[in-house]
Structures are given as C-alpha cells and as structure tokens.
C-alpha cells in the first residue's frame, strides 16, 4: 500500500487566494483526521472524520476552513481566502476502526504570503 | 479534556547511550491508548510505539520501550542504543478508547532529539 497520499507537498499563495489540499487515507480506513502543524501551537486536529461523515470540527479554525469527504478514498481541506497566519503544515491521517494507529502522510507545507 | 504535557523541549544524547524522554498527561477516562510518535527532518509522522491504557506490561518495540505509570499519568519512552537515524522530534499522543464522540489523537509539544556521534 502506498500510504495516505496528500497533494501538494508544498504550496506558496497570495494572501486572499483560495487554496485546497488533498488527501487519499488508505484503502479500508474507515477514519481521517486533518492536523495542523506549527511552531507556536504544536499539532492541532483540525477534522475528524468517520465513514466519511464528519464527527468533529471543532478544532476548524474559522468559516475560512471547510473540509469535505464525498468518498471514503479522497478529502479536501479548502482555505478560503487564505492569509499569512494559515501558514503551517497541514497533515492527513488515517485509521482502521476506533482506536487503532494513525497512520500519517508527507504533509503539505502551505506559505502564505 | 485530555491534556499532554512534554517537559523536555530538547534533549541530546551520545551515540549508543540511552536516553528517556518523559510524558505527563490528563484525562478523565479510563479506557485510553498511549503513542509515541517519530518525526525526521523528512517531516513524516512514524508511529515508535503504542500503550493500551488496560495492560500493565510496558510495550517494547526492539530499542524502544515504555514506563507507563496509570496511577501517575506517566508514560516515558526510552531508546537504548542510540543511533544517529533517532535524531527526530518526538511527539507523545494520547487517544480516548471507549465511548460516543472523537477519536482524535492529542499531541504534546514534542521534544526535540539530537543523536550525537
């Protein structure tokens, strides 16, 4: 299996752009997280999804951030618009069932600039 | 609310020695799991190893093993024989296992590793 895949690896923007990354969990995971990583806050969830529903948003920063799962094998986490303090990496993970390890993908290193 | 404490911002060890790195946490619940996590330079988030909160014996992945403390809300991981390929950000992740809601992963501010030739 080729892992979770999240696309890009990286990605610099305008500030006020819309940006969308990408997330394929691995094939049977029933479960996605969308984390955030900074210096400052450490990693955030940002979303929690299981089959594909969401569970738990409450970590979603602010309207700016939407989340989407239309299929268990492809999410989106869109920034609309985006401004310099989103800059992070945005990590996607996926699990087997409740409770099992979270595996994670490469990351998408956004600068917003 | 679940809380994981990382006290050790950085630490460095010399090669082939052991080092620990210590992990508080809070938590209200009974039945949870413990984590461990590795991340390289490379960025990529690497599972080190996993703690039922419900088992006594330490888990133990060959140079890695764990002192995991319920009572205390302690879980410290210790690497034996250090190597260079070690030097990485750890991360402590707490992980509730029972019950309705999130099932999200809870990180500490991680600590900072430096193998030292």
């Known amino acids: 299996d080729a892992g979770v895949i999240q696309s890009p690896r990286h990605e610099v923007t305008e500030m006020g752009q819309e940006v969308t990354l990408r997330c394929k969990p691995i094939?049977?995971?029933?479960?996605l997280f969308w984390y955030r990583q900074t210096m400052m806050r450490g990693l955030e969830l940002l979303i929690y999804?299981?089959?594909?529903?969401?569970?738990?948003d409450s970590g979603m920063p602010e309207d700016r951030f939407s989340a989407k799962m239309p299929n268990a094998s492809f999410s989106t986490l869109k920034i609309q618009p985006s401004e310099p303090r989103d800059s992070a990496v945005y990590f996607c993970?996926?699990?087997?069932?409740?409770?099992?390890?979270?595996?994670f993908g490469q990351g998408t290193r956004l600068t917003v600039v | 609310a679940q809380t994981v404490t990382q006290s050790q911002p950085e630490m460095s060890v010399q090669e082939a020695e052991t080092v620990t790195l210590s992990c508080t946490y809070d938590?209200?619940?009974?039945?949870?799991?413990l984590f461990w996590y590795k991340q390289p330079p490379s960025r990529q988030m690497i599972l080190v190893i996993r703690?039922?909160?419900?088992?006594?014996q330490n888990a133990t992945e060959n140079r890695f093993s764990v002192n995991f403390q319920k009572a205390a809300k302690s879980f410290s991981l210790k690497i034996s024989d250090s190597q260079l390929g070690d030097t990485a950000m750890y991360f402590c992740?707490?992980?509730?296992?029972?019950?309705?809601?999130?099932?999200?992963?809870?990180f500490g501010k991680g600590t900072k590793l430096s193998v030292i030739p």
């Open positions: 993970a996926s699990s087997l069932g409740r409770s099992t390890e979270a595996f």
């Open positions: 094939s049977g995971h029933n479960s």
């Open positions: 999804f299981n089959n594909n529903v969401p569970i738990d």
């Open positions: 938590t209200s619940e009974n039945n949870y799991y």
């Open positions: 703690q039922e909160a419900y088992k006594q």
């Open positions: 992740a707490f992980m509730r296992a029972s019950g309705a809601g999130s099932y999200q992963l809870t």
